[in-house]
């Protein structure tokens, strides 16, 4: 079974950036007499894009919301997350590599709950900009994970840009951190390798396959392990 294409979740599978955004809510949040610990954050926002995030928010506390409302917290979200990574912010162990190695060989896709400016702002950050061939953000779809649309869009666009590739979602392997991404990914009928930088591998206990880190992994390897499924 050949690899058809690598589709990457971006917060806590690229870069480690998930107490990031944690920080830029905090932030907006806290001006309105409110707050979130990091453990209710894991547990009920992450993996949801923005407006997701602000509408459970208001949902939580009972607050009525509108449209403008919500935006003004996006945008003043962006601005607080734009200043925690000119802090810094870093790659994950292996992801360097095996997006370089990937890059040229394989079409390779970010698939993320983030918003584009947030996710080009990063890439641009950790100098990996331009070696992807799309980049689906949280911003660009109606529903967000653990609803498929933005992996099959990723799908969608790869196999526009390489109509000889003949893409097969089946051949295509996500790599998630999150119970949402993964049925995202698994809903738009891709193979799941998870990585527990989020999460315990019990948490992702419904991906294909599950490493503790993406150091050593390589397209072989990969492509290794989809085959491994057909035999």
Same mark, same amino acid.
């Given at each position: 079974?050949?690899?058809?294409?690598?589709? /990457?979740?971006?917060?806590? %599978?690229?870069?480690? !950036?998930?107490?990031?955004?944690?920080?830029?809510?905090?932030?907006?949040?806290?001006?309105?007499?409110?707050?979130?610990?990091?453990? =209710?954050?894991?547990?009920?926002? %992450? *993996?949801?894009?923005?407006?997701?995030? /602000?509408?459970?928010?208001?949902?939580?506390?009972?607050?009525?919301?509108?449209? !403008?409302?919500?935006?003004?917290?996006?945008?003043?979200?962006?601005?607080?997350?734009?200043?925690?990574?000119?802090?810094? %912010?870093?790659?994950?162990?292996?992801?360097?590599?095996?997006?370089?190695?990937?890059?040229?060989?394989?079409?390779? #896709?970010?698939?993320?709950?983030?918003?584009?400016?947030?996710?080009?702002?990063?890439?641009?950050?950790?100098?990996?900009?331009? +070696?992807?061939?799309?980049?689906? =953000? *949280?911003?660009?779809?109606?529903?967000?994970?653990?609803?498929?649309?933005?992996?099959? +869009?990723?799908?969608?666009?790869?196999?526009?840009?390489?109509?000889?590739?003949?893409?097969?979602?089946?051949?295509?392997?996500?790599?998630?951190?999150?119970?949402?991404?993964?049925?995202?990914? $698994?809903?738009?009928?891709?193979?799941?390798?998870?990585?527990?930088?989020?999460?315990?591998?019990?948490?992702?206990?419904? #991906?294909?396959?599950?490493?503790?880190?993406?150091?050593?992994? !390589?397209?072989? #390897?990969?492509?290794?392990?989809?085959? $491994?499924?057909?035999?």
């Amino acid at each position: 079974m050949q690899l058809s294409a690598v589709i /990457f979740d971006f917060d806590g %599978v690229l870069v480690d !950036t998930e107490r990031l955004h944690w920080g830029a809510v905090c932030d907006v949040i806290r001006p309105l007499d409110r707050d979130i610990k990091w453990e =209710a954050y894991l547990a009920t926002l %992450v *993996g949801f894009n923005d407006r997701e995030t /602000f509408e459970i928010l208001h949902r939580e506390w009972g607050v009525d919301y509108d449209e !403008t409302n919500i935006q003004f917290l996006i945008d003043a979200k962006a601005r607080f997350f734009a200043d925690h990574v000119d802090r810094g %912010v870093q790659l994950y162990p292996g992801v360097d590599a095996l997006v370089r190695a990937l890059a040229g060989c394989v079409p390779v #896709a970010v698939c993320s709950g983030a918003s584009r400016a947030d996710i080009e702002a990063v890439l641009a950050r950790v100098d990996l900009d331009g +070696l992807f061939d799309v980049i689906i =953000a *949280g911003d660009e779809v109606r529903c967000g994970k653990p609803a498929p649309e933005g992996y099959r +869009l990723a799908i969608d666009r790869l196999s526009e840009r390489q109509p000889d590739a003949h893409l097969e979602p089946a051949r295509c392997v996500a790599i998630e951190d999150t119970p949402t991404g993964i049925l995202a990914a $698994r809903a738009a009928g891709t193979k799941v390798l998870a990585v527990t930088n989020t999460f315990s591998d019990t948490e992702l206990s419904e #991906a294909t396959w599950i490493v503790n880190e993406l150091s050593g992994m !390589t397209p072989a #390897a990969l492509a290794t392990m989809l085959n $491994r499924l057909s035999d």
